[in-house]
């Protein structure tokens, strides 16, 4: 069984703090909203990390 992959998320407005599967989120360029504030913004200013990112592009392609 293979493991699944996780990017670590980081809320620009609340400073919420989660990890999600790169299958459960929308493109990098699409919009993504906060499950705590509601905040919108790009799926990828929500990456904590460039290497999340990296990672969310990788393995949604």
Do not use: G, I
């Not at 670590?8 to 400073?15: G, H, I, K, S, V």
């Not at 999600?20 to 990098?28: K, R």
């Not at 290497?51 to 393995?59: A, I, T, V």
Request: net charge negative; charged share 30%; glycine share 0%.
């Amino acid at each position: 069984m293979p493991n699944e992959a996780y990017v670590q998320l980081l809320c620009p407005d609340c400073t919420k703090h989660w990890e999600e599967s790169p299958t459960d989120l929308p493109a990098p360029d699409e919009n993504f909203d906060c499950p705590d504030c509601a905040a919108t913004y790009r799926t990828s200013e929500f990456m904590r990390t460039e290497r999340d990112l990296e990672n969310l592009k990788r393995l949604q392609s």
